[in-house]
T-cell receptor
Framework: DQQVKQNSPSLSVQEGRISILNCDYT??????FLWYKKYPAEGPTFLIS?????DKNEDGRFTVFLNKSAKHLSLHIVPSQPGDSAVYFC??????????????FGRGTQLTVWP | KAGVTQTPRYLIKTRGQQVTLSCSPI?????VSWYQQTPGQGLQFLFE???????NKGNFPGRFSGRQFSNSRSEMNVSTLELGDSALYLC?????????????FGAGSRLTVL
């Protein structure tokens, strides 16, 4: 049962434009959300996170938006760069206070940024 | 400082064999988690260890097991390998299982079962 869903397996964006990656979840008990980026032959690396008490978190070119009522979050990358080409995973935690090690991941979205 | 180290990086086994994968967490990190990544299922949680104790276990059969040593290094074992066990096995560490820490992943061990 996939509790975190990334319905777009791939996204292609021109360099300099905005990339928007979407993620939906079904479990209303999730209280912490993260985005990870993965290059081939490497492990996922942490990108940005957001607590369920917030609706937006920004870090440089990356912004994550959380809509709890819709159980939806999105990652915006502005401007997109070719080096951003990677697989992006959305992840959620049930109780960051005690079970951080157990994250629920989506299946990932392959982002390709072309010049 | 050194990241999460996983060995071996690649291995090939045949059905019915067993395999042991090793993970050395970042120095000072005491929590280790394991994930299986397959093309169809994404990253699936296997188990989490902290202070040599398994704190959480995912929905995998008993053929999958793990342990953590006093120096926080961890191993996972898969017995009676099946073709469907072919996957990238990822280990992640954090200082503790609690609070504002995030997981730092290793590069993974790619297992192919023939």
């Amino acid at each position: 049962d996939q509790q975190v869903k990334q319905n777009s397996p791939s996204l292609s964006v021109q360099e300099g434009r905005i990339s928007i990656l979407n993620c939906d979840y079904t479990n209303s008990m999730f209280d912490y959300f993260l985005w990870y980026k993965k290059y081939p032959a490497e492990g996922p690396t942490f990108l940005i996170s957001i607590s369920s008490i917030k609706d937006k978190n920004e870090d440089g070119r990356f912004t994550v938006f959380l809509n709890k009522s819709a159980k939806h979050l999105s990652l915006h990358i502005v401007p997109s760069q070719p080096g951003d080409s990677a697989v992006y995973f959305c992840a959620a935690s049930l109780d960051r206070g005690s079970t951080l090690g157990r994250l629920y991941f989506g299946r990932g979205t392959q982002l390709t940024v072309w010049p | 400082k050194a990241g999460v180290t996983q060995t071996p990086r690649y291995l090939i086994k045949t059905r019915g064999q067993q395999v042991t994968l090793s993970c050395s967490p970042i120095s000072g990190h005491r929590s280790v988690s394991w994930y299986q990544q397959t093309p169809g299922q994404g990253l699936q949680f296997l188990f989490e260890y902290f202070s040599e104790t398994q704190r959480n276990k995912g929905n995998f059969p008993g053929r999958f097991s793990g342990r953590q040593f006093s120096n926080s290094r961890s191993e996972m074992n898969v017995s009676t390998l099946e073709l469907g066990d072919s996957a990238l096995y990822l280990c992640a560490s954090s200082p503790t299982p609690f609070g504002a820490n995030v997981l730092t992943f290793g590069a993974g061990s790619r297992l192919t079962v023939l």
